[in-house]
């Protein structure tokens, strides 16, 4: 308990407030316009679900396919909430709340017959499972079917960010906690760790559920944030653009996950004007990066202070 | 080596935060550059989907906006249009609205669906910047999420509820139908907005739904829902949606011996409706639009002349709609006499239009009061169209 | 009675894609486990050489399906050279990273080339029809049907019967022992890619034949659902995909036909969910223990 106040952390810490305080000063100052706030929205809520399938792929090594399934049942949570019951930054919260309950649950329902599978087959399985989540969406009346819903803007910019330093510290504890590296020892050889008596099963659970609970939180976010849901937004293409960025970033990275989430946004708001080339660039730049560098760009390890301040000492060391 | 690589990816982070930088530095210098020294060069923003899913309508409309463009600078104007995609996708709108607000233009046509659109409206509004939508048609999508319109919002196409409502009205009283299927897109809220508001007239003027079905965006088989209908005791059937998807269905209703009356909405109005169904199983086709070149008048033929010079294709009524918001923003803002974001606005809210979509004013809900049409279709080409106005209480 | 012959025929026409499809998943995944996501591209790409030979060059239904068949045979053995060569020892998602950037890549590509909107298929073979009391098949229906059979037959001859067949059947097995026994195991692969992505071209005009619709997207749900198919019938197993491939085209032309297709696409999955938890190696497949 008392290393809570490591040196590491505290710097951690001392990044989060200065980082806040940066974006506010950039913001109040008029350098970061609407349209960098936006991005900066749109990145918020990428890092959320990026991070919550690497606690899936990345730490416990089970590929789904199905994570725009919780992104749904979050936003659409919200969007009633916020639609029918209360409004406002309440409505947000009862609806993070409910979205959160709601994805546990139909996780818990989803994980207990597919984690069984491996590899590949769970892949697909999980792409079914998160298809019907939202073919069931589309049907209800509740939701508006098709038409989605129109919602009023209730989530600032602050929140995402707060929400995105809690997710992160959820999962980074997560993962550095025992079950965690009961998570990691089921990534690294499953059979290893049954013979070691880890009961994979609940493992394997009990990080999907988890992972689905914090995607579900990015997805009412969204559906505070930008003004509109409809199923079709949630398809299996969703859950492959978030898959995209975690391996991209390096799979059980979680600052690999953050950089290529800014990335990802940048590149895209950078390449507005080749808007007729832009995904064929976005294509082929999956192609080389995955042929170039396979392990994504930070592979399996974290950026840190301690490193930074290894790579800083080793720099002086040649430089002398 | 390894020392090595972690420089060169650090070296390339910098290189793309500093190209970033440079990007965000010329994008917040145009607007105020533009302002004050090219103060006659009149900025229109035209947001559309050009890629991604329903890429097909955003470029439709693209063409004909920029046609629109075009021949206001041949008459002596000065307007540059500035591009925007959002690549089908919402999110995507919604910064790009926020960055068209950046860009100082005078006015922004698009997008073309009403997803996009609704996403848009909230911030363009904020940022006082006239929209004029030409095909979001979905109900209520003027007004905010407490019921009151945006200010700076408007559309030229019709609500949804309308035109259901008016082809309701035409098949019960003039084609003297009482029975139906519907076979609705499940993946638009257009087909929604059209089924619940045919549904409605329908029978509160006595007639029967005798069954309702869905197909989504892209599908192409059709066989097994028409199969079905075929038992089935109706006759007339609906299909609210677009071409795309509606000539596949006529082609293959026609091939399996469904010959009763088709009716449709003005998703039919294209070319490519003829290439997919066949022109000979274009028969008994009825479909409601606000654009028809039957009887054209001389501006609109010579929108239909100029459009095939330009693009050597016929416009379709996307093309149309567009057009007719471009040119409705580009007059407004010659009345109005500045590009003063208020000045434009109501200039377009007192408006007069005499479009090639027809001629309309704006009602308080800034939609178009303009008379519904419907086409009836013999082998393919435009036979007739007669105005219908539904008896909604 | 009547209505459930015509569905069974619905259903096989629809189904004899997904097999064709399939085929190609199966394959490459049986020798290279990878999910190839950028097959169902190719099946585009596929269906718009098809729409190209026919409308510019003016050819006929034949000579169409062999020139796309070798087009998509070329592109496919390309792309595998290209993006899948280098990452023969990456981990699979790596892999499938790669062919999400190639599909995104095709279909942006051929957004920009043909333009984003549908095109129409010209119908390059007279489509008459055929009553069998009242249930009635069109010649289009037959010709799909029977073009997908020989292509099974040929493909399951080539397979089983000649010498490259029987490399691709231990390359599949196992690719080290594979080449010790003086396999070329990258002629092998290309090999399989183009033979893949030919099937895949075959179904691409097949389908504007069909349906004479053709878009840059249409191979996305396509693609999924043969996948799907592959699963279904056991992944890496050829009679596997063909059964999958039918079954899935008849399950959902009977759920669309008797109940309503909002729910076609979710009864797909369920079954597929089904299926993979009660025999998780496919309908076909063998159950294989891990060995400690």
Not at chain 2, 27 to 32: G, H, R
Not at chain 3, 202 to 226: C, Q, R
Request: net charge neutral.
């Amino acid at each position: 308990m008392k290393n809570w106040m490591k040196k590491e952390n505290l710097l951690w810490l001392g990044l989060i407030v200065l980082s806040y305080a940066v974006l506010n000063i950039l913001i109040s100052a008029g350098i970061i316009n609407n349209v960098y706030k936006t991005v900066l929205m749109t990145i918020g809520i990428n890092i959320i679900l990026a991070i919550s399938l690497n606690l899936i792929i990345g730490i416990t090594g089970q590929f789904s396919l199905g994570h725009a399934g919780f992104m749904i049942i979050g936003a659409y949570s919200c969007g009633v909430m916020l639609k029918s019951f209360v409004s406002g930054v309440p409505g947000v919260f009862l609806g993070i709340i409910a979205g959160m309950v709601i994805s546990a649950f139909v996780a818990l329902v989803v994980a207990i017959p597919t984690l069984r599978l491996r590899g590949d087959y769970l892949a697909i399985a999980t792409l079914g499972f998160g298809e019907i989540i939202r073919i069931v969406i589309l049907n209800m009346k509740i939701t508006n079917g098709a038409a989605g819903l129109i919602l009023p803007k209730a989530v600032s910019w602050h929140m995402i960010f707060w929400a995105v330093v809690i997710c992160t510290i959820v999962v980074v504890n997560f993962g550095r906690s025992a079950h965690g590296r009961a998570c990691i020892s089921v990534r690294e050889d499953e059979i290893a760790a049954e013979a070691m008596g880890i009961n994979t099963t609940q493992y394997k659970i009990l990080a999907f559920v988890l992972g689905a609970m914090i995607a579900s939180v990015a997805g009412a976010l969204y559906a505070g944030a930008f003004y509109v849901i409809k199923p079709d937004m949630f398809t299996y293409s969703k859950s492959i653009d978030i898959l995209v960025l975690v391996v991209f970033g390096g799979m059980g990275s979680i600052t690999g996950s953050f950089i290529s989430s800014t990335l990802v946004s940048l590149l895209n708001t950078v390449l507005q004007q080749f808007s007729s080339v832009r995904m064929i660039v976005y294509g082929l730049a999956l192609v080389v990066i995955m042929v170039f560098r396979p392990s994504g760009l930070l592979g399996r390890k974290e950026l840190t202070f301690s490193g930074l301040l290894k790579v800083l000492k080793k720099g002086k060391g040649a430089a002398q | 080596m390894k020392t090595m690589k972690k420089a060169f990816m650090s070296a390339l982070a910098i290189m793309m935060a500093a190209s970033l930088a440079a990007c965000g530095d010329s994008s917040s210098d145009t607007p105020s550059g533009s302002d004050n020294s090219g103060s006659n060069t009149v900025k229109i923003g035209l947001h559309f989907e050009l890629t991604g899913e329903v890429a097909d309508y955003g470029n439709a409309e693209l063409k004909g906006a920029k046609l629109a463009i075009k021949q206001a600078n041949e008459a002596g104007g000065n307007y540059e249009e500035v591009i925007y995609d959002n690549k089908s996708d919402t999110t995507e709108a919604v910064t790009l609205a926020a960055q068209l607000a950046n860009d100082g233009v005078a006015g922004v046509v698009g997008p073309a669906t009403s997803g996009s659109s609704a996403a848009t409206y909230q911030i363009k509004n904020d940022a006082k910047v006239t929209v004029i939508s030409p095909s979001a048609t979905q109900i209520g999508v003027t007004l905010d999420p407490s019921g009151n319109v945006y200010n700076y919002v408007f559309r030229i196409c019709f609500e949804d509820s309308y035109q259901g409502a008016a082809m309701a009205q035409y098949a019960v009283d003039t084609l003297a139908k009482g029975k139906v299927i519907i076979y609705a897109d499940n993946s638009s809220d257009y087909a929604k907005g059209l089924t619940e508001a045919f549904t409605e007239q329908f029978k509160k003027l006595g007639g029967t739904i005798v069954a309702t079905d869905y197909y989504s965006k892209g599908d192409t088989d059709f066989n097994s829902v028409l199969t079905k209908f075929k038992d089935m005791d109706y006759d007339v059937l609906y299909i609210p949606g677009y071409y795309n998807e509606a000539g596949l269905i006529i082609k293959q209703a026609r091939e399996m011996g469904i010959d009763c009356e088709i009716i449709g909405s003005d998703g039919f109005d294209s070319e490519s409706l003829i290439d997919l169904a066949g022109a000979s199983n274009l028969n008994k086709v009825y479909y409601t639009t606000a654009y028809t070149t039957v009887g054209a008048s001389d501006a609109l033929q010579a929108f239909i002349d100029a459009y095939k010079a330009e693009y050597n294709e016929e416009p379709s009524m996307f093309s149309a709609l567009a057009y007719d918001s471009t040119n409705l923003l580009i007059q407004a803002i010659e009345k109005a006499g500045s590009t003063d974001s208020d000045a434009v606005r109501s200039a377009v809210e007192n408006i007069e239009f005499d479009g090639v979509t027809g001629s309309f004013s704006f009602d308080e809900t800034h939609t178009p009061i303009k008379s519904v049409l419907v086409v009836t279709l013999v082998d393919g080409v435009q036979g007739d169209a007669v105005a219908v106005s539904p008896d909604v209480d | 009675m009547t209505q459930f012959l015509q569905q069974m025929i619905n259903g096989l026409s629809l189904g004899s894609i997904y097999a064709l499809v399939a085929l190609g998943y199966t394959m490459v995944y049986g020798i290279i486990k990878l999910i190839n996501f950028a097959h169902g591209d190719i099946y585009m790409l596929g269906a718009y050489i098809g729409f190209i030979v026919t409308t510019k060059l003016g050819l006929g239904f034949f000579p169409a399906l062999v020139i796309s068949m070798a087009g998509c045979a070329l592109i496919g053995v390309t792309i595998e050279r290209i993006a899948y060569k280098p990452l023969r020892n990456a981990t699979r998602i790596t892999a499938l990273i790669t062919a999400i950037g190639v599909s995104y890549f095709l279909e942006a590509g051929t957004q920009r080339v043909m333009g984003a909107g549908v095109q129409t298929f010209p119908n390059v073979l007279a489509n008459e029809t055929i009553m069998f009391g009242d249930v009635r098949i069109s010649t289009q229906q037959i010709v799909i049907f029977s073009v997908t059979i020989v292509l099974m037959v040929a493909l399951t001859f080539l397979v089983n019967k000649t010498k490259v067949g029987r490399a691709m059947r231990a390359v599949s097995v196992d690719p080290d022992a594979a080449r010790l026994m003086g396999v070329n195991v990258d002629a092998t692969i290309s090999f399989t890619f183009a033979i893949g992505s030919a099937l895949a071209g075959a179904a691409g005009v097949l389908v504007g034949l069909y349906y004479n619709s053709i878009n840059p997207l249409m191979g996305m749900l396509p693609g999924i659902k043969a996948f799907i198919a592959a699963v279904f019938g056991g992944i890496g197993i050829i009679p596997g995909a063909m059964l999958g491939g039918f079954f899935i085209g008849v399950v959902e032309t009977l759920v669309a036909g008797y109940w309503s297709s909002l729910w076609k696409d979710a009864v797909v999955y369920l079954i597929l969910i089904v299926i993979l938890i009660v025999k998780p190696a496919g309908l076909l497949g063998k159950n294989v223990k891990e060995k400690v």
